[in-house]
């Protein structure tokens, strides 16, 4: 028997249209009183000075760099197997995203690899929580330290990973500054959002700025007590904020967020013993670490991955690719002269990679349909 089970289905209900009603009936539609709060319960919830919210991880992160002058002639550091958006954020602005490898065992950035492309032009490493497996930050600080490059900024990219930890610490305890995003099928979702929390007070006040063209002052600031007050330009900025008619859409799902993340365990851990006896890979997840669970990738033999896709698809089945290297697509490989050959544990992983559906209200009959279907048609062809 076919059912459809789809890629992602999100926990957003009818009801939920309450809370932006509840907006529409004050005369903030942007960024105002209700992000407010969402940044002051994002802030308790990673025990951090500050937080603030964007409308997408992108801006977020484009915010970010502009607020600690990266542009021109400098270099960021972003591992092969990420989506491109991680390294596109240094490209517009004029950096070189330094590609490297990510290391077999974890799938995340290779410290060593980090340690090979560092030059005296290198002014952030932008570490990424795929899958929702955090980085070891605090061992990727050190590193820095040793080599005597304490000044190299760690931009978290914590896309993938809201909830997940590494040993006693989650993002942002060890970096300058991590970055979330809000999109349609992240964990927390509102459609296109995202964050950032820092602990650096300097950071922190240049980015609300450049994530508001770099006006001192923010919208409702400006009409404080029904005064307007002039407002001045100092730093080049971009247009990052999320309006409250999105950010009132957060507070229950951050509150709620681990109930949701023993389900994502427990839907993940039963792909992986169903697929335990099969040839087919799955993403390795430290024993230190606490994933977010993002999403459950797989690995199939690169020349039967398309194949693969195609008979999951034909069984009624949603599934994406994340990633392939972001290096050597077209664009990055004709600008830098990339190959295959310099990322190999990447681009062997992202021509071979399905990621499988994984959401909290999937139904046990959904998802044992997804392991029959695996099971059955496409762990024969590997
Ligand atoms: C690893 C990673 N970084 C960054 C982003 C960009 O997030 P946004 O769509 O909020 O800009 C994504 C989006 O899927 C992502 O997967």
Redesign the pocket.
């Known amino acids: 028997m076919t059912i459809t089970v789809p890629f992602y289905r999100h926990d957003l209900r009818p009801a939920d249209a309450e809370k932006i009603a509840k907006v529409l009936a004050t005369p903030i539609l942007t960024s105002g009183s209700v992000g407010k709060a969402v940044e002051a319960q994002l802030a308790a919830f990673f025990g951090t000075r500050y937080a603030g919210l964007t409308n ?3 801006n977020g992160a484009l915010a970010a760099l502009l607020a600690m002058d990266i542009g021109q002639g400098d270099e960021v550091i972003v591992p092969a197997m ?2 491109i ?2 390294a596109n954020i240094a490209e517009i602005l004029g950096a070189k995203p330094v590609f490297v490898d990510v290391a077999p065992d974890t799938l995340l950035i290779s410290l060593d690899r980090m340690r090979d492309a560092v030059t005296e032009r290198t002014r952030a490493v932008i570490p ?1 929580h795929l899958y929702g497996q955090m980085v070891d930050i605090r061992q990727m600080k050190a590193v820095l330290s040793e080599m005597g490059r304490p000044d190299i900024r760690i931009i978290e ?1 914590s ?2 990973c809201f909830e997940g930890r590494f040993d006693d610490y989650g993002p942002s305890a060890h970096s300058d500054v991590a970055i979330f ?1 809000f ?1 349609a099928t992240k964990n927390v979702a509102c459609g296109e959002g ?1 964050a950032f929390v820092t602990n650096s007070e300097d950071l922190y006040l240049k980015l609300m700025q450049t994530r508001l063209h770099g006006m001192s002052a923010g919208a409702v600031d400006r009409y404080q007590k029904g005064h307007y007050r002039h407002w001045d330009m100092e730093r080049l900025g971009t247009k990052a904020n999320l309006p409250d008619l999105l950010a009132a859409l957060l507070p229950d799902q951050i509150a709620t967020i681990r109930d949701r993340l023993s389900i994502r365990q427990a839907l993940a851990a039963r792909y992986e013993s169903a697929f335990r006896d099969t040839p087919i890979r799955i993403a390795p997840v430290r024993q230190e670490a606490l994933s977010a669970r993002h999403i459950f990738p797989i690995h199939v033999r690169p020349a039967i991955r398309d194949r693969a896709i195609g008979i999951l698809n034909e069984s009624g089945i949603g599934v994406a690719v994340n990633f392939r290297s972001v290096p050597t697509a077209t664009y990055y490989a004709r600008k830098y002269g990339y190959t295959a050959a310099d990322f190999p544990v990447s681009y062997e992983w992202g021509e071979g990679e399905i990621t499988l559906p994984l959401f909290p209200s999937m139904t046990r009959a959904e998802q044992d349909y997804v392991i029959e279907t695996v099971r059955g048609k496409v762990a024969p062809l590997c």
Do not use: E
């Open positions: 997408s991880w992108t990420t989506f958006s991680s990424v990219d896309a993938h995003s999109y995202g």
